[in-house]
C-alpha cells in the first residue's frame, strides 16, 4: 500500500497506521460517551491481556475494546445463554474485583478472553434478583392486609356521623265543632272577644 507523509513533520507512513489510528479514535470516543470514569478502568481492565514484558498493540487493544462496547451501551450482558443487567455500578465493581486479584496475584495473566469478568457480572446480577424476590416475597408477607367486608373502607367510616336532629312537630289546631262553618266559627269567635270586653 502507498505510504503517505505527515503533513506536519514529513514523516511518511502506511496507510494502514492512519486507518488504525482513525478506529482507536472512535473507539475511545465510544468508551468516552458511555462514562469517562469508567472507561479509565476499562483501560486498566485491557491491560490484564497484555502479555508479559511485552507492550499491548493498539490493534489489539482495539479488538478488546469494541468487543466491550456494545454492553457498555446497552448496559448488559449475555452469558450462558442468558442476558443480565450491568449498570455502571456493577462493571466498576466488577473490575475492581479483578484488578485486587491481580494485585494479590490471584488472576492468571495474561486474560485470554472475557469470560471471568462476565462470570463475575452474571453473579452479580443474579444475588441482585435474590435480593429483589427475597424483598417482594417479605412484602407479601408483612405487607397490609385486605380490609373485611363488615370493616371501615376508608377513615370517614371511622368517625361516628351525628345524631339525627328532632324535627319540630307542629302545634294541633284547636278542635272545630261539628258542622261549624268557618265562616260561623269566626263570627262567633268576634261575638264572645266583644263580651269579653263590654262587661
Not at 487493544?61 to 450491568?86: C, S
Not at 456493577?90 to 488472576?107: C, E, P, S, V
Not at 472475557?114 to 412484602?139: N, P, S, T, W
Request: overall charge positive.
Amino acid at each position: 500500500m502507498t505510504d503517505i507523509a505527515c503533513p506536519a513533520c514529513g514523516a511518511e507512513f502506511d496507510l494502514t497506521v492512519a486507518f488504525a489510528c482513525e478506529e482507536e479514535r472512535l473507539a475511545f470516543a465510544r468508551l468516552a460517551s458511555v462514562s469517562i470514569p469508567l472507561g479509565t478502568r476499562v483501560l486498566k481492565y485491557v491491560e490484564l491481556f497484555r502479555p508479559a514484558k511485552q507492550r499491548l498493540t493498539i490493534a489489539k487493544k482495539v479488538k478488546l475494546l469494541q468487543q466491550l462496547l456494545p454492553d457498555l451501551e446497552r448496559w448488559a450482558i449475555t452469558h450462558k445463554g442468558r442476558d443480565w443487567a450491568a449498570p455502571r455500578e456493577a462493571w466498576a465493581q466488577a473490575i475492581d474485583q479483578m484488578l485486587a486479584a491481580r494485585d494479590a496475584q490471584r488472576l492468571e495473566l495474561p486474560m485470554k478472553g472475557h469470560g471471568y469478568l462476565y462470570a463475575i457480572l452474571a453473579g452479580m446480577a443474579d444475588k441482585h434478583e435474590d435480593l429483589a424476590e427475597q424483598r417482594r416475597e417479605q412484602e407479601l408477607r408483612t405487607g397490609p392486609r385486605a380490609a373485611t367486608i363488615n370493616g371501615p373502607t376508608s377513615a370517614a367510616d371511622l368517625v361516628e356521623p351525628p345524631a339525627p336532629r328532632a324535627v319540630p312537630r307542629p302545634v294541633p289546631a284547636a278542635p272545630a265543632l261539628a258542622g261549624m262553618s268557618p265562616t260561623v266559627r269566626a263570627m262567633r269567635a268576634e261575638i264572645e272577644s266583644r263580651k269579653g270586653t263590654t262587661s
